[in-house]
Structure formats: C-alpha cells, structure tokens
C-alpha cells in the first residue's frame, strides 16, 4: 500500500465504489465517503493525506467542504475533481488552495499522478512548517 | 579595482560561514514544485488551444458545448498557472490575475449574449434557421434550410437544438452519469465498452424529458403533422459534425412515419443511438469523445414517395470527372440505403443541360409505402416491375437538381430524394460526397531526391520559394514576401513573418507550439522539428516544402506547388463566422510573440495564449533568480562534492536530484539529477585541464602576441579564495550558480521526457580585466554559444543565452559542453588580446585543444 492515504469524496455510491476499488488495486490506500459531512467526520477521526473532492453534491458542496478543510487541516491537500465544471468553481476552487481542478473523465493514471505530486507538495509544505512528517515508505 | 576585490571576496566568505537554513531549502524545494507545476499547466493549456483550433480549421463544425468545456478546463488551467507564477516570484505578477479575470468576463458575454435571439431556443423551425448556425441545429439541419432558403424543394419541418438536447441530458441526469461512467469505463473491454453503450442507450429510452422540451416538441410535431402524409412525421439525427469530414452514415438513427403523439419517445430513441456500440466504437476509431457529441433532431412532415433514392453528383470512384449518378427505389428509400433492394440505376453526363447516357433496372420485387401505423411492403406488380421509377425528364430535372446543389455547396453532394405523387421532386438531405482523388493527386511524388525528409506536420499544404535562413544578424524584416521561414526554433517572434510566407521549416519545435499554432491560423504550410533543416538549406537557395508529405525538395517541384492538393472530402464552402468563433479567439490567439519587445507586458495580456505566454517567460527569469537567493544566503543542506574543481561546488536537492543516502562528501557519481550529472562530466571531463598553467608560448602566437600577456595568474591563488558553487538540483533540473575567477557564471536548464519543457538558459558576466579584454572574452562566449546553437545576446561584457525545445539527448550534450565551456573560458580575458584571439580560441574549444596546446594547427593566426 501507499505510504499516503487518500479519501475520495462523492455523492455518486456506484462511482466513488469504482473508483476506491481501482486505486486500492493499483496499491493506493483509500477510503471513501459519499458527503461533505461525512468527510469531516473522517477527518476528524483518521489522518487523510490527500482529498479527492467532488464539487456538486447534496448538502455540503465540495468548495464548502474544501474551504472547512483548508481551516482545520492546512496541510491536507484537496485535488477537486468534478462531473459539472464551471469556471466560477474553477477559479473558487483554486483560490481556496485546491492543488487542482480536474474535470471528470480523468485517467487514472492522470489522477493517481495528481495525487503522488499532491502528496509530494504536502510532504515538502509540512517540513517547511516544521509540523510532524506523514508517514513516509 | 583592489577594494572593488576585496568587497568581492568578503561576500564570499560570509557566505561560507552562514548557518545551515532549513527554511531557505524548503523554500527552494516548494518554488521549484511549483515551476513544475507551471511547466504542466502550460503544456495543457497549449493542448487545448491545438485542439481548438484544429476544430475550427476542419469547417468550425463543432458545438457550442464543446467550446464552453474546453474554455472551462481550460481557465482553470490558466489561473492555476497565475497561481504558480505568483508563488515562484513572490507575487510579483498580481495583474495578470486581473487580466485573467477580464478575458474571462470577454468570452462569458460572447458566450450569453452573442446568440442574441437564439440562446435558449429549443425548437427552431427550419425556414427561420441562418447561416453558420449548425452548432445549434446539427450539419443536416443545417444543409437543409440552406436549400429551403435557396427556394429548393424541401419537406417542411423544424429542428430540436443543441440546447434542447443539453437540457435533456442535464435535466435527466444522464450527462453527468455519462462523464462518470466513461471514467468507470477507461480501458474496459469491447464486451463492457457495448454492455455500456447497451445500458446508457436504455437510460435515454428511459429518461424524462425537461417538461418545456415536452410540451414545445408535442405542440410543434401536431402542427407539422398536419401537413404529412397521413398525418405523419419522421425524426432524423443532425448531430454537430455529422456528414462532414466524420460522416457517421448509418450509424444514427432515422424514425419514419411517425405519429406526432410519439414524438417524444422517437426523439429518445434518435439521441439513444449516439450512445449505440457502433456510434461509439465509430468514435473512438475517429479520436472523437462521447462526452463531446452533440446531437440536435430533425422533424419533418413524413412524405408518401412514388420513388426514392440517393443521388451522387460525380461517380466517387472518378476522380471528380466521373458521370452523375441516380440511384433510386420505388416507394420508399430506405431499403436503398439500408442496402435490402438493389435499385435502378441511372447514369447521366454532367453537361448543362445534363444527358442521359443510360438506364439499367435492378429488378425490384417489392415496394415500401405507409400504413396505418407505419411503414409496409408492397409487391410489385408486372407493370409495377416495368415501369421504371422515374421517367427520362424527371431524371434529367433530378440531376439539374444535383448540379445546382454542386454549384451551391461548392463540392461534390450525395442527396437523398424523393418523388411524391404530382410528380414533385424533393430533396431530403445533401451532404457533401466522398470523392476519391484524382490521379494527378496521387503523382505527386516526385523524381527529385528530397534535401531532407522528417519533422512533424504541422499545417499540411506545399509551398516553395527562396529560403530564408533566420540567423544572428539576420532582421527578420528583410524577409521577403514569398519567401520559405527556415528557422532553428519554432519561435513565436518568427510570426511576424508568416503571412508572408509560403513554408515554414524548423529544426526544432512541435505541432502544439506557439508558432504551430500560428501556422494553422494563418494556414501557412509548415513542417516543425526536422532536426537539420538550418543546416541542410543554404540561404536564397530555391526550395519546396510539402509539409504534409514532410519533405523538402531543392528547386520549384512544380506538381507540388500547384493548388493544394485536393483530399478526398472538399471542404464545405465557409459561411459567416459564427459569433462564437470570437469567444474561441480568445482563448487561442497569440498576440505576445516577442519576449523582448516593451509590448511584452501584463496589460498586452489579450488572450489566455497571452497569459500562458508570458506566464512561460517570465517563469524562466523567476526560477534564474532562485539562484540568487541561494549566492546570497546558503541553504542548509547543501553538500559539498568531492572532486577536483578549482572552486568548492555545493549541491542542494529539491527532489531525486542526488542518490539516496549522499552525505556530507558527495561523490560525483551521487549526483543522479539528469541534467545536474551532464553539466557536471563537463565539469570533470580531464581533457581540460584547468589546473595546468597555460603554455606561455604557442607556436605561431608568439610572434602576434607578447608571451607575459599569456601567463595566467597562478592557480592555487584562485583556488585559495574559497569560491563557491552551488547547483540546485532535482531529477530533471539544474540551477547552477558560480564565480570563478573574477566572473560570475549562471546557468538554468529543464531536461526530462517533455520536449516541450526543455531549455537552457545560461549568463555570463564580470571580469577582472580591463574593460577590452572583458569585451572581447564576452565576445568568445557569444561565439562559442552561437556555434552550439543557443540563440545568444551580448552587452558589453555580458551575455545571455538560451535554448528550448530541444530533445532531452541534445541537452544533456549541450549541458556537458556548458560544463567545459565554464572552466575553458576561466580567466580567459587574460589571454584576450585582439579579436583574432577569439577566433583562434573557439576554434580550439570546437576542436576540443582545450588546453592549446600548440600543434601547428591552422587555426593559429600568423
């Protein structure tokens, strides 16, 4: 498994299944959970290093959840990825911090690399601020 | 001079005692990730305008969606790439985001308000449909009310738009589940990829209509059926792009006799067939995107034909100078086209009038007609085999017909028409005919060996002229109208040029390039990447480029430079530019092409290429200043290497720049960063050897020059003065800072799997000689970088260089020779003394006598 762990966050059960399923069989440690709230509460529970984020959900938006989550866990990073783009929640997004707004479809391969470069970037900022290392390898 | 020395050296030596910065290290290590980021978003962003614009240069015959998800992906791109650049430089661009917002606020108003009347309309009936507006209506549709509005014989009816068709998918959910499940879906198996199709086809049999499309469809198909056959209507596909240059024929669906009541369930089951199997592995075959596909319907008053059939204007197998050609079926025509009747054939010469030549039957059994409730089959009588389907003077009406539609669509048509009771003919659909190309096209190999063959195409066509060769000292405002663009780099300060010119040639570059772009635009042809072009074509030498075939040939090849060569689809005949192609412009135009012009600003910023151009540009200067910092104030973490240079040389690693587990005593061979070990075997390569005092007299020189003023100053002293280096490194760059000797060295570079990504940039400056000999080793420098290809400029005793777009191989070459090129030229100001010494030094480095040694050579001056 990863030595980062990832939760991916969608209204859509059938695909935030797949798309668990498909990065834990290519070796990446995910969770997954179907709103907002429910993130949250994740987070609050179990350490997350990289969020996979969807934008338009039932209750809390993804732009709600991202901008909690920049409040609470700075360094977590947040990739937005998003089946209904706008550029409004485009330039939002990315100027919350979101390390990237991807449009769905996206290959995996596409976005297991944003969330290596995310991971990276997290690794780098937490020495940067001198807070504990994630766990590496 | 003394104190201006020791002021020198003082900053030297502070900065050998600084404390270990961990923050100055991880400060370094976040800016260069974000150069990497930069570097992604720039290439993407630049895919996406490539795409654009070649959407447009195929006959703009794409929708409005497919540009809104486009601009969409790719403002977020520009923005992040602002993002990135203010965080590399500290916030130094904050306007750009303010440009960024302005265009943006451009397009969004072309986008609402350009459609004027028409943006929401969801149905449309077809005499009131303009020109240029097939992105609402579909090709079909469009080609249609073309004829309609020329007072050609159509059947009436009306269109369900693009937006209907969005509406529907948004509303129902479906597009949003299409997104995803193409996601779900990558790299599934033909059997998922059709249970897919399968599944996605019976969720829009299944899905809800927005109830304003309901209502608008119903009241408008009860109208329209008042004026079929039998109260009847048939619903037909005119998806954007469909009949083009991508035909999609058969593969979308056609309901005929339709009762107006089931107009709702048949415009389902005409978009359903978007997502058939066939439909999609068509798709995927074409390059073309699911999410993409746009489809608006076609409902006409159903028609109740005596005969039916298909007309080709030229036989598609002639070459364009073939018969016309009618095919044609009793009844109804779709067994013609389904191919279940073999038809009558008629065959007609093209002249005004036309002549038919002559008649053969097909021996049809049976005829298709209207029932009740649809469609029926009907044996043909003995009279009814006899009769043939249309008579000599409706066959000739026909093909008059056909020709005027050639002449109207400027190309060849394949028209699908009907005969109705009255003996009224009327045309159902005309779309553009497949024509293979003639033989004269196909001899277009010539007998000349080619100058060179390869490169990329970056706009097809042929073009000859003279070739102009850019070069140092070369303006590019004497190039001459006509002329052929050879250029080392696809440069976009060449466009200037263009509209003047008949071919472009570059060494290096590629077809998603700022200048590739700009070819296609100014629909110049031109081949980018050959690699040799500059060195194989002299300058004022006569030559042709055919881009497409990617040669170039000496002289004028004459069945080359004709009238481009025709391809098998002519291309449809441009109707106004529809609005929204501006909204287009503003995110593919390039305005900024020339870094060095005072226009090369924040507020010129016009378009997103703008943006992304500047963005580019600037990231370079910004990452150069990275080293600065680093001269100012070592970065904890450095290690030093242990090898034989005359200066200390530090590393620090932003990232798989130096082996895991390298200490304190760094061995070269630890430094695994792809450019930073390449820079470094220059550096190390023992065939210069810095360390040996210059011979004080060469064979040849003595007599030119006065042998005390080729002493060089000891090298221990050099050495003893504690000077430092420091290279920045990870996997794929390099910023390498250093003094040596009196001058200062600054050197820049990218090296990975991105040709695209690639460049060096390098600077020199200072001395410690008089301002002459500065000069004149400045000059040395300059040459020696010209003759390795950087595009070089000197000030005094100052000289930057820079090279981009080169493959990875020549980089690391390039870097390797930099390596060597640094120590070779260290104090060489003490040898400079006349400008023949610089002639005679570069001639040295090139043949590698780095240490001149005195070999009797020709190159010594006498």
């Known amino acids: 498994m990863s030595p980062f762990k990832v939760l991916v966050v969608d209204d859509e059960r059938d695909f935030l299944e797949s798309l668990v399923r498909r990065l834990q069989r290519r070796s990446v440690d995910a969770a997954g959970v179907t709103s907002g709230e429910a993130a949250l509460e994740h987070l609050e529970r179990q350490r997350a290093d990289v969020v996979v984020l969807d934008v338009k959900m039932p209750g809390m938006n993804g732009i709600d959840v991202l901008r909690r989550i920049k409040q609470l866990y700075p360094e977590v990073e947040v990739i937005l990825l998003t089946g209904h783009a706008s550029v409004e929640s485009g330039v939002e997004g990315l100027a919350l911090q979101a390390f990237d707004y991807l449009i769905k479809p996206v290959k995996l391969d596409e976005l297991i690399e944003r969330i290596m470069e995310a991971f990276d970037r997290r690794k780098v900022v937490s020495e940067l601020a001198g807070t504990p290392q994630p766990a590496d390898s | ?862």
């Open chain 2, 1 to 862: 001079m003394v104190k201006r020395l020791s002021k020198f050296l003082n900053r030297l030596g502070r900065n050998g005692n600084g404390a270990p910065d961990k923050t100055l290290h991880g400060d370094l290590k976040l800016r260069f990730r974000e150069f990497k980021y930069l570097l992604r978003a720039n290439n993407e962003v630049l895919a996406i305008i490539a795409e654009i614009e070649q959407q447009l240069a195929e006959g703009g015959q794409v929708g409005l969606d497919f540009l809104r998800s486009r601009y969409i992906a790719a403002s977020a791109k520009v923005y992040k790439m602002i993002r990135h650049l203010n965080h590399i430089s500290g916030g130094r661009y904050p306007q750009l985001e303010g440009a960024f917002h302005r265009i943006r606020a451009d397009i969004d108003q072309i986008l609402e308000e350009g459609g004027g009347s028409r943006s929401g309309v969801i149905i449309l009936p077809l005499e009131d449909l303009e020109q240029g507006e097939s992105h609402l209506a579909g090709s079909k549709a469009s080609n249609l009310a073309e004829l309609a509005r020329a007072g050609l014989p159509v059947p009436p009816g009306f269109v369900v738009t693009t937006e209907a068709f969005r509406r529907f998918m948004e509303f129902s959910g479906l597009g949003g589940q299409l997104r995803q499940a193409v996601m779900i879906l990558e790299g599934s198996s033909p059997e998922d990829v059709e249970t897919f199709s399968h599944l996605l086809e019976q969720k829009v049999l299944d899905a809800p209509l927005p109830p304003e499309l309901e209502k608008e469809l119903m009241a408008a198909s009860q109208r329209l059926g008042g004026l079929g056959a039998r109260g009847l209507i048939s619903l037909r596909s005119s998806a954007v792009g469909e009949d083009t240059q991508s035909s999609f024929a058969g593969l979308y669906r056609s309901m005929l006799g339709v009762i107006p009541a089931d107009a709702a369930q048949a415009f389902r089951a005409v978009v359903a067939a978007l997502y058939s199997p066939e439909a999609v592995v068509y798709r995927r075959q074409r390059g073309l995107l699911d999410q993409d596909a746009e489809m608006a319907v076609l409902v006409q008053a159903m028609l109740e034909p005596v005969a039916s059939g298909v007309m080709y204007t030229t036989d598609p197998l002639g070459g364009g100078k073939g018969p016309l050609l009618i095919s044609a079926v009793r009844g109804l025509g779709q067994g013609l086209v389904d191919g279940s009747v073999d038809p009558d054939l008629y065959r007609l010469e093209r002249s005004h009038p036309p002549l038919l030549l002559d008649y053969s039957s097909g021996g049809q059994g049976e005829s298709l007609g209207l029932g009740a409730s649809g469609l029926s089959r009907h044996s043909l009588d003995a009279a009814g085999r006899e009769e043939p389907p249309l008579s000599e003077g409706q066959a000739l009406e026909l093909a008059r017909l056909g020709l005027e539609l050639e002449e109207r669509f400027a190309c060849p048509q394949d028209v699908e028409w009907a005969l109705t009771e009255p003996g009224r003919l009327v045309i159902l659909q005309s779309r553009p005919l497949q024509v293979l190309a003639a033989r004269c096209g196909e001899a277009a190999a010539p007998s000349v060996e080619p100058l060179l063959s390869g490169g990329q195409t970056a706009r097809p066509g042929a073009g000859a002229g003279p070739a102009f060769l850019v070069r140092p000292g070369v303006e590019l405002k004497d190039f001459p109208s006509g002329g052929v663009l050879v250029a080392k780099s696809s440069s976009p300060a060449l466009a200037a040029a263009l509209p003047r010119a008949a071919a472009l040639v570059t060494d290096v570059g590629g077809v998603a390039g700022h200048l590739a772009s700009l070819s296609r635009e100014m629909g110049v042809p031109a081949l980018v990447g050959t690699g040799l072009a500059t060195k194989l074509i002299a300058p004022g030498q006569e030559i042709t480029v055919d881009a497409g075939g990617r040669r170039v040939y000496p002289g004028r090849v004459a069945q080359l430079t004709g009238p481009e060569p025709s391809t098998a689809l002519c291309r449809p005949r441009p109707g106004p530019t529809p609005y929204w192609h501006q909204a287009a412009g503003l995110i593919t135009k390039l305005n900024l092409t020339d870094p060095h012009s005072p226009r090369f600003t924040t507020a010129r910023c016009a378009t997103f290429h703008d943006i992304i151009r500047f963005g580019h540009e600037m990231s370079f200067k910004e990452m150069f200043r990275l080293g600065d910092k680093v001269g100012r104030d070592p970065g904890g973490g450095a290690l030093r290497l242990e090898a034989r240079l005359p200066f200390e040389l530090w590393f620090i690693d932003l990232g798989d720049g130096l082996a895991s587990g390298a200490g304190p005593d760094l061995k070269p061979e630890q430094v695994v960063s792809i450019p930073g070990a390449a820079l470094l075997e220059g550096l190390l390569d023992p065939s210069v050897d810095w360390n040996r005092p210059r011979p004080v007299s060469l064979k040849g020189l003595a007599s030119v020059f006065s042998a005390s003023l080729l002493t060089p100053p000891k090298d221990g002293q050099v050495r003893d003065m504690g000077q430092r280096a420091y290279a920045i490194v990870s996997a794929e760059y390099i910023n390498f800072n250093c003094r040596v000797g009196y001058h200062f060295t600054a050197l820049d570079s990218f090296c990975g799997a991105q040709q695209n990504d690639n460049y060096i940039s390098f600077r020199f400056h200072g001395g410690a000689a008089t301002e002459d000999r500065r000069q004149l080793r400045a000059e040395l420098i300059e040459r020696l970088l010209s003759d390795m290809d950087f595009s070089v400029e000197r000030t005094g005793d100052q000289v930057s260089a820079f090279i981009k777009k080169y493959p990875a191989g020549r980089i690391l070459e390039l870097l390797e020779e930099l390596g060597r090129l640094v120590l070779f030229t260290r104090q060489m100001d003490m040898l400079m003394s006349g400008r023949p010494m610089v002639d005679w030094l570069a001639q040295a480095f090139a043949e590698k006598n780095y240490n001149l040694a005195s070999n009797g050579g020709e190159g010594e001056p006498t």
